[in-house]
């Protein structure tokens, strides 16, 4: 995929996507008229369907399961510690096609992070500005993430930023969390293609905690949006745990090369 | 069309030709007949065709599967297997008999309907399963040579055991030697017992001490682990358990699915539908209709009360039991329904047999480590960095 030459990754309503052609797109789907549409006759240019407020609807699942197309699925939680036992609806979709299950870092996430590790489902981890709260649930999923052998599947972010921070070619948290305007352009957002750049470098400028910053160049500003003031110390320790397990594998690695050469 | 596949316990009679001490089975002198094989067979199409899935895994046993006859097998298969044809569908046909009224006669059937292997099963040592005349003693006998027969015979047995207390006190070594020395298998499967059906004297024998069982299957584990493993002996579960903890596709056993309502259930030869061969043959409460009085299949099973409990279950345990903070919560999610209800009388709890699991995963998981650790110092695999996935639909999305 090239998006980040092209046009950004546009998404939208099922009522907007009917009859786009603009390129790559994401359908956002809310009712299961609508789901049962869009995974029945996926149109060119669809990437994933964005699927909202169906968790509890057994009979969304049971159509989604019938295979009719590979089209994959981002499952929204609004509210995880709540949501989180509707994932086992997932089961059978999961098997004909890509689920992956996004949620904010809200309190009680745990619950639905441990449940979508165990049906080996990929999780993309909102944390926004996380509370003190969420934050140290935010570490005890990183930890969860990092050591326990039962978890098969990416949990973003922790996924690529561990990467990143083990010397991989870097994304940005934005990107990393498909919030980037010049490659996702999410309409509620409504932001400009250069809205990270320009964002960090008003940071910078008005002397805030990222010009001294480590984690500059991966975070470039993620936590500081939209409260500027937020105060990232929380969200250091935890970017630092995943650096430290970044660091441990690069050790282990670098051993291993020097035992097997 | 979908990679799923749907499997179906099919009971083609409750008639038994044996007298075991434990069985929970009614057995009613009721076959199914030809006549309804092909409703029964577009039942199952349809319903495979509602969910776009391509294979059906069909399961005969009984009561007794070969009570029916070699000749009748032929003709079911080809009748099932044409119709699934015509309707771009595939039947795979698997077997599970007692073995007694095995003969030569049953070779042609095995070879073209069920791929030359058939399931069966005996206990080590047997005290409860039995002949009409002889008891044990003939029943082992019997059972015995049909097993040499049918091996010689070019046909791969694979065998269930179930564990007693005669099991545990005979211990994992000499139950092991059994099983690959005495009968000199190669492939084997231990299963926990559980009370199915209305209340027996026999099965205080079956009441087994979860702290002995845990021990006994840990040390069963081991040996195999030591003897079998690395020579070609298959014992169910810990070989799939193996293969889960190194990282290989792994087909765990039913009772350790996310959701075993969505893949299989059982019918017998009256058209009854049921979650498993366990509740379609003991619980008529749990009954989800009949594919014969039953417009559809698919139908059925969507609108069914009964079914709604067994998928409604490991949404309840993770949110009422502790299985959510379980480290083996992918490999369990709450064990196996029937089993619950035996046992509890509801399936709204987690397997009693819960803490026995955690033993065997717990020595699977180290074994596992052991055998990774083994082969990455050998240079057979190396450590690679997880690299994040591409953006943005290749992998990170959905």
């Known amino acids: 995929m090239s998006q980040e030459l092209g046009a950004p990754l546009a998404f939208l309503t099922a009522a907007a996507a009917d009859g786009y052609r603009d390129g790559s797109y994401v359908v956002i789907v809310r009712t299961r008229e609508e789901f049962a549409r869009w995974l029945r006759e996926p149109a060119p240019g669809v990437e994933w369907l964005q699927v909202e407020g169906l968790l509890q609807d057994q009979a969304a699942w049971t159509i989604a399961a019938q295979g009719t197309s590979k089209l994959p699925l981002d499952v929204i939680l609004t509210d995880p510690a709540t949501e989180f036992s509707g994932l086992y609806r997932l089961v059978d979709t999961r098997v004909v096609r890509s689920v992956r299950v996004s949620m904010p870092a809200a309190p009680g996430f745990m619950k639905a992070l441990r449940l979508a590790a165990s049906l080996q489902l990929p999780v993309r981890l909102l944390p926004g500005q996380p509370s003190v709260e969420a934050l140290a649930e935010l570490a005890e999923a990183a930890h969860f993430y990092l050591h326990d052998p039962m978890v098969e599947t990416p949990v973003e972010f922790f996924h690529s930023l561990l990467a990143a921070l083990g010397g991989a070619e870097g994304d940005t948290l934005w990107m990393m969390l498909e919030e980037d305007p010049k490659v996702f352009a999410r309409d509620e957002a409504r932001r400009p293609r250069d809205f990270v750049e320009k964002h960090l470098a008003g940071l910078v400028e008005q002397g805030a905690e990222c010009a001294t910053c480590q984690w500059q160049k991966v975070c470039a500003g993620y936590f500081k949006w939209p409260d500027p003031a937020y105060d990232c110390a929380g969200v250091k320790q935890l970017l630092s745990s995943i650096q430290s397990a970044a660091d441990e594998i690069g050790r282990d690695l670098a051993s291993q090369e020097t035992a097997t050469s | ?398």
Request: proline share 6%.
């Open chain 2, 1 to 398: 069309m979908s990679d799923r596949v749907f499997s179906v316990i099919l009971l083609p009679t409750a008639e038994c030709n044996v007298a075991c001490d434990y069985c929970f089975e009614h057995k009613e002198p009721h076959r199914l007949s030809m006549a309804m094989l092909p409703l029964l067979t577009r039942q199952l199409l349809d319903h495979l065709e509602h969910e776009g899935i391509k294979e059906c895994e069909i399961y005969w046993q009984g009561g007794e599967a070969m009570i029916m006859g070699p000749a009748w097998f032929a003709e079911a298969g080809r009748l099932m297997d044409a119709a699934a044809a015509a309707r771009g569908r595939r039947f795979k046909h698997y077997l599970q008999t007692n073995l007694i009224s095995y003969s030569p006669a049953w070779n042609d059937v095995l070879r073209t309907m069920f791929g030359s292997s058939l399931g069966t099963s005996m206990d080590y040592p047997n005290l409860h399963r039995k002949l009409f005349a002889g008891g044990a003693e003939a029943y082992t006998r019997t059972w015995t040579e049909r097993l040499h027969e049918a091996v010689g015979a070019g046909i791969e047995v694979g065998v269930i055991a179930v564990l007693h207390r005669g099991s545990l006190e005979a211990g994992p070594d000499r139950f092991y030697r059994y099983f690959t020395e005495d009968l000199g298998l190669k492939s084997f499967q231990v299963n926990t017992p559980f009370p199915g059906g209305p209340a027996k004297a026999v099965e205080a024998d079956f009441d087994l001490d979860k702290g002995a069982l845990a021990q006994f299957l840990a040390g069963l584990f081991d040996i195999w682990m030591e003897r079998g493993h690395a020579n070609g002996v298959a014992l169910g579960p810990f070989d799939a358990l193996i293969h889960h903890f190194t990282g290989a596709p792994a087909r765990l056993p039913c009772i350790w699915k996310e959701n075993c309502s969505n893949q299989f259930i059982s019918v017998d030869s009256k058209g009854t539908v049921a979650q498993c061969d366990c509740w379609v043959t003991s619980y008529p409460e749990s009954f989800f209709g009949n594919v014969f009085r039953d417009a559809s299949l698919t139908e059925m099973l969507r609108t069914s009360p009964a079914r709604q409990q067994f998928v409604e279950r490991p949404k309840h345990l993770v949110e009422h039991e502790d299985c959510l903070q379980c480290r083996y919560l992918s490999i369990c999610h709450g064990g196996c329904p029937v089993r619950t209800y035996s046992a509890l009388g509801t399936m709204l709890a987690k397997d009693p047999y819960c803490e026995v699991y955690k033993a065997v995963f717990g020595r699977a998981e180290t074994h596992g480590r052991t055998l990774l650790r083994r082969r990455l110092l050998n240079g057979a695999v190396k450590p690679a960095f997880h690299h994040a996935p591409a953006r943005p639909a290749a992998a990170a999305v959905p």
